[in-house]
């Protein structure tokens, strides 16, 4: 570990190398756990099948680049899939939990995330697959530090897709619509929302930004059915970490978790990099525990 | 309602008697059980071993079965999905035996997998040729019913090593004075490659300067790969089944990764040559076995005979996984056909004394069960061709080392 740390201190250029690499993932977790935070929110349902959405939107965006199409024309392509997915899930299961025990919508969604797994690797195969990029790299530092132009591209779709769903939120009726059903359910019906669309186009909407972040990340790392729990976990761990409801946090929260994996897998060596992700959401849980309980005191 | 309850309980009944399987020997029949990963994370691979198992019956079948005394016997695999999970591989085999009456086993796919079952079936004494579990830890527990067709897997890399060695004085150093860096997933497989990486590299008195684990379900290894950049090896060793050779091939692609010797597993399930013929341009890959070798036997003629069937039969590449679970195959037939018995205790010393030349390579077990007889090959990725670069008996080609930048 000291080595490592001491290879930073030589050579610093690595250390933006790994900030950047981290900021990438970061950007395509952000989106994932945004989606999760939104239907958190709104639906007070965890979607346990995040990750397979991931996946699913990145085994169409490979399958599309076997085709022979361009990789970025896959994303909208994907987003519009799983868009239509999200609302056939909508009415046909989860329609049902909405304003029941949470535990029933946890088990539901682990049903669905089953299913999907086993449907992609039934239609798809099970191999790992990636829709390599052919864009290249710039380098900086005489090569030490390598930006991948696509990795490049897929945050600032990221971003984008970020902005313009928090535009979409803010602005649009339908956000409206979906802000006002998260505040008070009931307030909202007594105004003529209709609720039941309202969750549906939410948990559509999460289905969509999932198979985004999906074809986005397929373009640098691998795609496989039964790859997604690990975005399943961290948009869980990043929605945590940032509370429910502070959509903004979100994005700060997953972008440093993104730089914190990086730089962990570097220092300690890759095997402990998932260890120190999650001793560091423990940390934060812990600190933020103490600093409510400080004002908890002021306040009694 | 009393009617509804009684044709539940009708179909209940039907569907239990018809589930029920028996007596697995009767009908000239021979039953072999197989709980292999359909589904899971090995599923890719679990298919390749399922597709060598069935395109080895077909053959052994269509040539008149296997003949003890006066009847010919046809082969049956009965399959079970083992989910890439040892807990759920253990269930299916105990089922397997104890319910379903199969006295001999296919091997799974996998290192944990098959280890998982190992006390299952030395406890019923039901004796396993297995294909797809390399692992050294599989024999030195003295289990007696375990039969392996594949060299184990501390000897996966090894010629990569003594290639590398071989070639030092191109890089302008001594064997010793190499620096290795490892990346390695962190399964049993992967961890007995890295035994055996490091064994060799001590035998030759080389210096690892990166020994990381990756966690099975990471596809990211920039970070350990930004770590090379700043050490820069000679010789970047990679095992992590097919997402590790994917990730690697890409990853050191775009980061621009350079250094001399890039060895790695798994390459030819993964497709890399096909699939990424620029990215994996001059990394040597290991193989169990290759369809250029002059290996030849009985059952599918030679190795590329078995390479253009498997080809013809399933329209891909047969990756290795197939050749030695066709093989695994074979060997029970041949052991029936020596022991002229279906008595598992017969079989299981049958098998023990196995001495068979095969499209996959000779097949001689030693007394804990590994195939003493086959070796491993080098090939390296030539303009998205395979080819065999060690051991010198069966070299196509010089090495290309170093790797040149592209």
Redesign the interface.
């Known amino acids: 570990m000291v080595s490592?740390l001491l290879?930073l201190y030589e050579?610093p250029a690595?250390g933006l190398?790994?900030a950047i690499?981290g900021l990438l993932?970061g950007a395509v977790f952000a989106l994932a756990a945004y989606g999760m935070a939104l239907v958190w929110g709104v639906t007070n349902i965890i979607n346990v099948a995040q990750g397979e959405f991931v996946m699913l939107g990145g085994l169409l965006a490979v399958y599309a680049a076997e085709q022979g199409a361009p990789v970025l024309l896959a994303v909208p392509l994907a987003a519009l899939c799983l868009y239509v997915l999200g609302w056939i899930l909508y009415y046909t299961i989860i329609v049902h939990l909405v304003g029941r025990d949470m535990f029933n919508s946890v088990l539901a969604t682990f049903g669905i995330a089953i299913v999907l797994?086993?449907l992609m690797?039934h239609v798809f195969?099970?191999?790992?697959?990636?829709a390599?990029?052919t864009l290249g790299?710039w380098?900086l530092f005489d090569?030490?530090v390598?930006i991948?132009k696509?990795?490049v591209l897929v945050f600032a779709a990221c971003i984008i897709l970020g902005v313009t769903l928090s535009v979409f939120l803010l602005r649009s009726r339908q956000g409206q619509a979906i802000r006002a059903v998260a505040q008070k359910p009931e307030a909202a019906s007594v105004l003529g929302i209709d609720t039941k669309r309202v969750y549906g186009l939410t948990y559509a909407v999460n289905a969509a930004i999932c198979g985004a972040a999906g074809a986005l990340a397929a373009t640098?790392?691998?795609i496989?059915?039964?790859?997604g729990?690990?975005y399943t976990i961290r948009s869980f761990m990043i929605v945590v970490v940032a509370g429910l409801g502070n959509l903004g946090g979100v994005i700060w929260a997953a972008l440093s978790l993104g730089v914190a994996e990086?730089f962990a897998?570097?220092i300690f060596?890759?095997?402990y990099?998932?260890a120190f992700v999650f001793a560091l959401l423990v940390a934060v849980l812990v600190f933020r525990n103490w600093r409510l309980k400080r004002q908890r005191r002021y306040l009694a | 309602m009393s009617a509804l309850r009684g044709l539940l309980a009708g179909i209940f009944c039907v569907v239990l008697v018809g589930s029920a399987e028996i007596a697995l020997c009767s009908d000239d029949i021979i039953v072999l059980g197989a709980a292999v990963s359909l589904t899971g994370k090995y599923a890719l691979n679990g298919a390749n071993t399922k597709n060598g198992y069935d395109l080895a019956v077909r053959q052994i079948n269509d040539k008149g079965g296997v003949k003890i005394g006066d009847t010919a016997y046809k082969f049956e695999i009965n399959y079970y999905d083992d989910e890439s999970t040892p807990a759920r591989g253990t269930e299916l085999v105990e089922r397997l035996i104890q319910q379903d009456g199969v006295k001999f086993i296919l091997g799974p796919y996998g290192s944990g997998l098959t280890k998982a079952i190992l006390p299952i079936i030395e406890r019923h004494k039901v004796p396993m040729v297995e294909a797809n579990g390399a692992a050294r830890e599989l024999f030195t527990k003295g289990y007696r019913y375990i039969f392996a067709v594949l060299s184990t897997s501390d000897q996966y890399l090894t010629p990569a090593i003594d290639l590398a060695a071989e070639h030092a004085y191109k890089l302008g150093k001594t064997p010793g004075e190499l620096r290795v860096a490892m990346v390695m997933e962190n399964d049993p497989f992967a961890q007995d490659v890295r035994a055996g990486v490091l064994a060799d590299t001590q035998r030759h008195g080389m210096n690892c300067v990166i020994d990381d684990q990756l966690p099975p379900e990471l596809n990211d290894m920039s970070m350990t790969l930004t770590k090379v950049k700043a050490l820069k090896p000679d010789l970047l060793v990679v095992s992590g089944h097919e997402k590790g050779a994917l990730t690697a091939v890409n990853q050191i692609e775009a980061l621009r990764v350079d250094v001399p010797v890039i060895a790695l597993t798994h390459c030819d399930s993964a497709q890399l040559a096909n699939k990424l013929p620029k990215a994996s341009q001059h990394v040597f890959c290991a193989h169990q076995w290759h369809r250029s070798m002059k290996h030849k036997g009985e059952l599918f003629g030679s190795a590329e005979d078995f390479a253009q069937l498997f080809k013809k039969t399933y329209g891909y590449e047969a990756p290795y996984q197939a050749a030695q679970s066709a093989a695994a195959v074979y060997v029970f037939a041949d052991a029936f056909t020596r022991a002229q018995s279906l008595d598992p205790e017969k079989v299981r010393d049958a098998i023990s004394a196995t001495d068979l030349p095969t499209f996959y390579g000779p097949i001689k077990f030693d007394e804990t069960g590994k195939n003493v007889a086959k070796p491993m090959v080098l090939t390296q990725i030539i303009d998205g061709e395979y080819v065999v670069v060690a051991p010198d008996k069966w070299a196509t080609k010089d090495p290309v080392i170093p790797r040149p930048p592209h």
């Open positions: 490592n290879i050579a690595l190398q790994l690499d993932i797994q086993q690797a195969g099970g191999a790992d697959r990636i390599a990029s790299s380098f090569g030490l390598a991948d696509m990795k640098a790392y691998t496989h059915p039964y790859g729990l690990s990086s897998g570097f060596g890759a095997q990099q998932i």
